[in-house]
């Protein structure tokens, strides 16, 4: 994957990728497709901590930050392969961003893309907290960032 | 005004025996989902409604609506009227001795949580024990748990054997002297095991230990009489039983309910109110504080009306026959585990797909417009019994036909394809 991509590219990258497909059915299909490319979470990271709130799958997210670069990056893991092709889309769009970039970017592609239904609050998966971890995670670091810059 | 106990009369079965005249009779089931026809598979979270119940919710709204026991008009009283009459029916359908034993809540649910905060919470001690077993819905779990954490008592689970069955003698052996409660689903609702409610009640009675039955998915798929069971308390939800969401039943052995303080106050549970003091309405207005779902009291007798019509021993021997077929079916296909074995099964049946989580497969399902239930089914101590956090769950309801179940079956196979 192309890194020097910012993240109003990928959305666009994302948009034109769902663009080929006719129907929902071909758009699980090639959720599924990237659910199994999606490299698992090491056994260790899958821990209660790691995990998000959800009822029916399981979802594992696990954040580092490079202070050097300035960017959040994000590994995620599930026990159901079409949440993990959202959680591949989930990272293509937030992870190795700058916490700005993060707080800034709403989850909104996906709703263009016909998932939207698939990211809602409730007890069907733990998309929506992750992507609410995601965005705490990247506030806190902004602010953190932004006292370092002040004092500097 | 003292209505007569007695409970309203029978309608008469239906003479035809034909389950596709049963499914005509709802709208929705002719409704499509991503382009194909519906094919509803998840009556055990809530049956879709017949259109005579539609239509009563609607022409109760147009003509018979106004508040109940209250107004001295005519329209009032006719409302009122309408609603005890519903009374009158569910007692009929549950063999009630009484009309003052029937209780309107939201929900089955609802039901439970009455009877934990006002039958049991003020005689539960430090060290007391509530029974329930390993297979029961969280709202026969939770509620007691809320009130024995109160109380400094516990909740006990009686485990289940592999085939999903409770174990009646490690029931039986965990009821001691400090047993408050014992608590059991007549019909599971992940499994689908009708569990033998008749020698449970016998144990409980003999041990002199209050027995509830949650009948969330029993009594829409077989006939109940609860005065020849002889439970304490009963339970179940209108909108599992053909009938509205938002309303449910408690049945309670007039005695004990006769004793029991009030739950929630307000309206209509009140004899007299002053700032001195407060006395309270009797059975079972005293559990029913402020205005009631009236119309969806009026059209769950409607919906109860429906099933006598069909006849509930017919409807379960049809429900039987689909779920022993899907069970056979289902079992058929590569890398499918059907969780348990019990020997009497209703309502609802559960598995696992291997490769694929539920969840996968009931998005995969959707898109067929197959709707299955999938996740724990608020039942997470029955799925970590059986090693799981997840299943897919399909259930029956009068409207389903070999059609829906041939629509699943060639789903999963070709789920199962793809995940293999």
Known sequence: MDRAAGIAEEQERILEEFALFEDSREKLEYLIELGRELPSLEERHRTEGNKVRGCQSQVWLVAEYDEGSRRLRFRADSDAVIVRGLIALLLRLYSDRRPEEIVATPPEVFERIGLGRLLTPGRQNGLYSMIGRIKELAAVYARLDAGRIAAS | ?420
């Open chain 2, 1 to 420: 005004m003292s209505p007569p106990a007695a409970p309203a009369p029978a309608p008469a079965p239906a003479a035809a025996f034909d389950p596709e005249t049963w499914r005509a009779q709802f709208p929705i089931l002719r409704t499509e989902m991503h382009g194909r026809p519906l094919v509803y598979l998840d009556s055990a979270a809530s049956t879709q409604k017949p259109r005579r119940v539609i239509d009563r919710l609607k022409s109760f709204y147009e003509r018979d609506y106004a508040n109940i026991h209250r107004g001295v008009y005519e329209l009032s009283q006719r409302a009122s009227a309408l609603h005890d009459e519903a009374r009158r029916k569910v007692q009929r359908f549950l063999g009630a001795r009484d009309w003052r034993e029937i209780v309107f809540v939201r929900n089955a649910t609802e039901g439970i949580n009455l009877v934990a905060w006002s039958f049991l919470r003020p005689k539960l001690e430090p060290g007391d024990e509530i029974l329930v077993t390993e297979m029961e819905h969280h709202a026969n779990i939770v509620p007691w748990q809320i009130v024995a954490g109160e109380r400094g008592a516990r909740v006990v689970a009686a485990p289940i054997t592999d085939a999903g069955e409770i174990d009646l003698d490690a029931l039986a052996e965990r009821i001691t002297g400090r047993t408050r409660m014992l608590a059991v689903a007549w019909v599971s609702n992940v499994l689908g095991t009708v569990n033998p409610v008749e020698e449970i009640v016998a144990l409980a009675r003999r041990e002199g230990v209050p027995v509830l039955i949650d009948a969330a998915q029993a009594v829409q798929h077989r006939p109940v009489d609860v005065a020849a069971l002889g439970c304490d308390f009963l339970v179940f939800s209108g909108h599992k039983t053909y009938g509205p969401s938002g309303v449910g039943v408690l049945y309670g052995r007039g005695e004990l309910l006769d004793a029991m303080p009030p739950w929630q106050g307000g309206g209509d549970m009140i004899e007299k109110v002053s700032f001195a003091g407060t006395s309270f309405n009797e059975i079972p207005f005293r559990f029913e504080a402020g205005t009631p779902d009236i119309a969806g009291i009026v059209a769950l007798g409607e919906a109860l009306d429906f099933l006598e019509e069909l006849d509930l021993a017919r409807v379960e021997r049809h429900e039987a026959a689909l779920l022993a077929g899907a069970e056979r079916a289902l079992a058929r296909i590569p890398g499918l585990r059907i969780l348990g074995a019990p020997k009497e099964r209703r309502s609802a049946l559960a598995f696992t797909l291997e490769g694929a989580h539920p969840q996968d497969i009931g998005m995969l399902l959707d898109l067929e417009g197959i709707a299955i239930r999938t996740g724990h089914h608020c039942a997470m101590p029955l799925h970590a019994r059986f090693g799981l956090s997840a299943s897919a769950r399909m259930s029956v309801g009068v409207y389903t036909n070999e059609a829906d179940i041939d629509a699943l079956t060639a789903g999963l196979r070709r789920i199962a394809a793809m995940f293999q």
